[in-house]
């Protein structure tokens, strides 16, 4: 797709990419197994080569930057001092370098922006009245803290033997199988918590206290992603937990808590694909999740598992979408007189 200079825009700024997004192809009947060959580990396709990164941060942090696994056996300051500054390091890096590649140094200019209206200032809404600051004392000073607890809980419990259950008997090639299933897994584990936590926190319940702090971002970018209520933060990350349940090793809950830590930053960041020099495009699902931010009534999940489509949320972004989209919220109106 050609890229987009702001004669493409409408009057309030805003950018449709042309083509609709689409559902990834494990979703599309009958599967055809070139574009899932293509989509599994084409470059920069969606699924392995993207993950692939997340896998080897993940196996660097636990390499290089997580303790001993046996010193971790009791609750002490030092080591939880050191995964929470570790934390901090990874997310500023993170998120706050995909704020100046696209927003201070304007790397990639206008291309691929969904909208270039301005982050909002001097609105009550965030804290010190400043969306940017805003978000990122609640992805540092709230995030960050509940990420480190989630991990600290699991190395104390790991080192206690009150996880990883399934070491699966003396077998090192099955237990090594199971691993590798789970860390292939987890990207999945990932969209079908995603989307079933989202649909809780859009209760009457949890949306106007908890939630709405998320959807104040109207406008987003990279720190907006992790820029929630701690409730949200505690149902969000909660993730990791099913590979409580399931995983053989350490590795394969961190990487399921590293996933739902970064992936925030890249769906968020504004833009529709990151540019990286002229011709590596990265697509994080993040006209998918902008869509739902525009219009909060649909897209609740990711392109990966098919749960918008099932439950008929899915918005692919052509206006044909907008109309059907009126047409559902108009009918539940309806029928709830
Ligand atoms: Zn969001
Ligand atoms: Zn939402």
């Known amino acids: 797709m050609a890229d987009l200079s702001s004669s493409n825009r409408n009057s309030r700024e805003d950018w449709r990419p042309e083509a609709p997004i689409a559902l990834a192809p494990i979703n599309v009947w009958p599967l055809h197994i070139s574009n899932i060959t293509k989509w599994f580990f084409g470059f920069p396709g969606f699924l392995w080569p993207y993950n692939a990164f997340w896998l080897a941060v993940t196996i660097s942090t636990w390499s290089y930057l997580t303790p001993e696994l046996t010193t971790m056996a009791n609750l002490e300051l030092w080591w939880i001092g050191i995964i929470l500054a570790r934390n901090a390091a990874l997310i500023l890096i993170l998120f706050g370098g995909l704020h100046l590649y696209l927003y201070v140094f304007k790397r990639q200019g206008e291309a691929h922006q969904f909208t270039t209206r301005p982050f909002a200032t001097n609105n009550r809404k965030f804290l010190f009245k400043d969306q940017v600051a805003d978000n990122m004392a609640r992805t540092l000073f709230s995030a960050v803290p509940i990420i480190t607890g989630y991990e600290v809980l699991t190395y104390w419990a790991f080192a206690n033997g009150f996880l990883g259950f399934f070491d699966l008997g003396s077998s090192q090639l099955i237990f090594w199988a199971w691993f590798l299933i789970l860390l292939i897994l987890a990207p999945v584990i990932h969209a079908v918590h995603f989307y079933l936590g989202h649909r809780l926190l859009h209760t009457k319940l949890l949306y106007k206290k908890v939630h709405a ?114 047409n559902r919220i108009k009918k539940q109106r309806e029928a709830l007189r």
């Open 213 to 326: 702090l998320h959807h104040h971002n109207v406008e987003i970018g990279p720190w907006s992603g992790l820029a929630m209520h701690p409730v949200e933060h505690i149902i969000y990350l909660s993730t990791l937990a099913v590979q409580w349940v399931l995983a053989a090793h350490p590795v394969n809950v961190l990487f399921q808590l590293q996933l739902a830590a970064f992936y925030p930053a890249l769906a968020h960041c504004g833009f529709e694909k990151l540019k990286i020099g002229e011709k590596l495009k990265i697509d994080g699902g993040n006209h998918f999740h902008y869509l739902h931010h525009k219009y909060f009534e649909c897209n609740y999940g990711g392109s990966l598992a098919p749960l918008d489509k099932w439950f008929g949320t899915f918005h692919d972004g052509t206006k044909e979408a907008d109309q059907a989209m009126k």
